[in-house]
């Protein structure tokens, strides 16, 4: 766009009070860039101006000016160094009180595109005045204002915890419920995105009260979705907590599926590696994409993006792929092979402990060769950022890392072999409690041992040694993949494995005596099944907020 030379008579205007505000405003409604008003010699006169008037600006020249700014691609370091960050705080304390719901919003939008954190905030003494501005215009808010706000509380980095303290939480969800109805697309992804990054459960009891509006408002919405849009939406329902189940039931998983086929190719990295963990954390498994005729429109995105991954995207792309089944020798992903390779060799060194983590146990659990990894020159680059980031490593983390390097056979630092095998073992849940109990009652001569500790490395929930036997109890949250690579551990090192779920229901004593009579343990010819009808009492918390919604049901005998 070319915009028309700024006649002189328009500099000598900005001297007003009204001008100034007005002319930013106009600027970047217009769609003008900082840059161009650089190049053309005008930013220094029109921060001179600002400066010169900000003292004396409304509630209404405030807000205008800030969000006009940030409009036009101004950051607030720049600011600082212009020396006009400090008096445009200054303004906004004076006119505070006097801003209506537009000015709150803008003022919000426009601090947190430009750079600023709410800690900043707090150390300015502000934060608290800007939240009571909210309290007080939140019932005025429309569509887009609420949305704004939401959004930039999230970007500033505010929890959802410190906005019910500051007795903000109630008043912006009542907000919402009042305007979700008049919610555009950009609207509804970017109140999800800012609830998910504030750190907003989908199971929380004052979202479940939302929850139908807002999938209501995405259904409405979805055809008008962009790339970015379509990314976010799938993200915050993965982050909240929100299973595939769960979308497939409020009708809403097929329509998410023909967008992202529709838009995928518009993704850009951090958009295909965020749709990618999500399906992931979701529970989506790759064979339904594939069903579905999306994976190889997905892998095309992950292909056009790889190069400008940065360490977050290849290690959230790895993982995703990991967990929803895909395997290294898949064909498909024979032709992408190389370009992921390369971008965990452009980033490693950028990798915090958490992506290194990860990295290395999706490259384990899609069974890649180390020496494969030898022959990329990327092995010593792995161990090395892992030997450096030892130290660093969650328990989480040095599970992965420990499994993943079990699986390479290769060494782990011993800090954090010793985390892992120093561990408190995990807590047993009813359903594990339940079959052990069965199982002890129907080979009661046989030595049985529950949490077991397998080569310092891995727990498994029931462990027979005499036939080197592992069962593992699956729940409701137990992951696929995790699942397999840890039975594949397991079999490489020599132990039989068997599993017991859930899903199983009332079935699941029949599979206990299958198990018994094939590995011939040791019973006695006395039954000792009568106290098997306690387990839906004993259910615990989690299993019956199961997002599948399915549990045991136990024959009852006397």
């Known amino acids: 766009m070319k915009y028309p030379s700024i006649s002189k008579r ?33 930013s220094a006169r029109l921060f001179s101006a600002i400066r010169h008037n900000v003292g004396q600006f409304n509630p209404q020249g405030i807000a205008n000016a800030l969000w006009a700014l940030a409009t036009m691609g101004m950051g607030w370091r720049y600011l600082k160094e212009q020396r006009l960050s400090e008096r445009l705080l200054v303004a906004i304390r004076h006119t505070l009180e006097g801003f209506n719901s537009q000015d709150i919003a803008n003022t919000f939008w426009a601090l947190a595109t430009m750079g600023v954190r709410w800690r900043y905030l707090e150390r300015q003494s502000l934060s608290e005045r800007l939240l009571t501005a909210v309290r007080r215009n939140v019932e ?8 704004n706000a939401l959004w930039a509380l999230a970007t500033m980095e505010v929890r959802w915890r410190y906005l019910e303290e500051q007795r903000a939480s109630e008043r912006l969800l009542v907000a919402i419920r009042h305007t979700i109805e008049s919610f555009n697309s950009q609207d509804i992804a970017n109140t999800l995105w ?23 408002a995405v259904r409405r919405n979805i055809e008008c979705f962009n790339s970015q849009n379509v990314a976010n939406t799938l993200w915050a329902f993965a982050t909240m907590g929100a299973g595939w189940r769960y979308l497939q039931e409020q009708r809403l998983s097929e329509c998410m599926l023909v967008i992202v086929q529709r838009t995928v190719e518009r993704f850009n990295p951090q958009g295909i590696a965020n749709t990618l963990w999500a399906f992931a954390t979701m529970g989506v498994r790759w064979r339904y994409l594939e069903e579905q005729r999306l994976s190889s429109c997905l892998l095309v995105a992950v292909r056009h993006n790889a190069e400008r991954f940065n360490s977050q995207d290849i290690a959230n792309t790895l993982w995703a792929f990991a967990t929803t089944g ?7 992903m024979q032709k992408l092979s190389e370009r992921l390779l390369a971008a965990v060799r452009h980033n490693i060194e950028q990798f915090n402990p958490q992506e290194i983590a990860n990295t290395l146990w999706a490259l384990a659990t899609m069974e890649v060769e180390w020496q494969y990894l030898e022959d990329q020159g990327l092995s010593h680059l792995l161990t090395d950022v892992i030997d450096r980031n030892a130290s660093q490593f969650s328990l989480e983390n040095c599970t992965q890392i420990t499994w993943s390097t079990c699986w390479f056979d290769i060494r782990a ?9 120093t561990r408190n073992p995990p807590r047993s849940s009813h359903l594990h409690k339940w079959v052990l109990s069965v199982l002890t009652a129907q080979a009661p ?9 397998i080569k310092n490395c891995l727990y498994v929930d029931i462990y027979i040694p ?8 699956d729940g409701p949250y137990h992951t696929p993949a995790k699942d397999e690579f840890k039975e594949r551990l397991l079999r490489k090192w020599g132990y039989a494995v068997e599993r017991i779920s859930y899903l199983d229901g009332d079935k699941i004593e029949e599979r206990i005596n299958a198990l018994v009579d094939h590995y011939h343990l040791k019973h006695s010819s006395v039954e000792g099944c009568r106290f098997l009808g306690r387990l839906e009492e004993r259910t615990s918390e989690d299993e019956k907020n199961s997002p599948f919604k399915r549990h045991c049901r136990v024959v009852h005998r006397g």
């Open 466 to 473: 005499r036939k080197n036997l592992v069962i593992e109890v």
């Open 140 to 147: 005025q808010f429309n569509a887009q204002e609420i949305a």
């Open 326 to 332: 895909v395997r290294w020798q898949d064909r498909e």
């Open 194 to 216: 800012a609830l998910a990054t504030i750190g907003v459960k989908w199971q929380d009891r004052e979202i479940q009260r939302l929850s139908g509006r807002l999938v209501v």
């Open 10 to 42: 328009c500099l000598t205007m900005l001297g007003a009070i009204f001008y100034v505000a007005n002319t930013l405003w106009a600027f970047a409604t217009m769609g003008v860039a900082w840059q161009y008003l650089k190049r053309e010699r005008l």
């Open 413 to 421: 630092p011993a800090e954090v072999v010793l985390k892992v095998s």
């Open 445 to 453: 001569e046989e030595i049985i041992k529950s949490e077991f500790l």
